[in-house]
């Protein structure tokens, strides 16, 4: 089922069936804030992603473990993250990852990043400054227990096919979309129809090109790979809640079926 063979790496905006690898240069800004601090010099630099309406703000203290991130959507999910909640009092702050020694700030369409950028500026100043730690949630990734996915129990062909699935994801995928400022996290595989679920965030989630990374990207290099998978599609939180309803309807009439079969052969 997995080919032996060398894994290219793979981009979000780019990777074509060809396997070519074409790598997206982030512009820089050319803008660097350099904080003084008494134990050393830290530096913030922005850096363009392929969504216009997000920015990449790199740091040179580390924020989480490496390949952790933490995504915030709203003003209510940043109660708990100092840092995320100081950002979201920002005139035009739209949403927020937070990566290992990055956060992406994504804005609103009609606010300038001229309006929002020095303000995101000063904020982060303040924070790496402090010497204040994000709260860490665990470990964002792509991988799950493999012996049971989600409520389903899967044998050991299945099995196999979920670890390819998560290991080009972890090891390919992923690190390259965060140097875009994104990420995703692997939803689930429908053995039915051979499909992969993905979820968007970040920079990725909103982004105009999200259609292309998938396509043109991400489902040819998993195709390519592995025979089981015939499709990659994208997973917004409405559709996850959607699939989370379902999921709990045909948990209840198996058992509300397996009761009654019990029941008949009594």
Known sequence: MFKSLLIPS????????????????????????????????????????????????KSSRKLLPDTETIEILNKKESVSQPLAFDLFQIDGVKGLMIGSDFITVEKEKEIDWNVVKPEVFMVLTEFISSGKMINSSPASSATQNTTEFGNEQLDEDQAEVIDMIQELISTRIRPTIQEDGGDLSFERFDF?????????????????????????????????????????????????????????VMKAKAASAASNSSQINK
């Open 192 to 248: 039915d129809t051979g499909t992969v679920y993905l979820k968007l965030k970040g920079a990725c989630r909103s982004c105009e090109s999200s259609s292309e990374t998938l396509k043109g990207g991400i489902e040819s290099m998993l195709m390519h790979y592995i025979e089981e998978v015939q499709s990659v599609e994208q997973v917004d939180d409405l559709e996850e809640e959607a699939l989370k309803v379902e999921e709990l």
């Open 10 to 57: 793979c981009h979000t905006n780019i990777i074509k069936q060809t396997f070519v690898q074409t790598r997206f240069q982030p512009e820089s800004l050319s803008k660097l804030l350099k904080i003084q601090t008494q134990r050393r010099t830290l530096f913030i630099q922005t850096e363009t992603t392929p969504n216009a309406q997000a920015l990449k703000f």
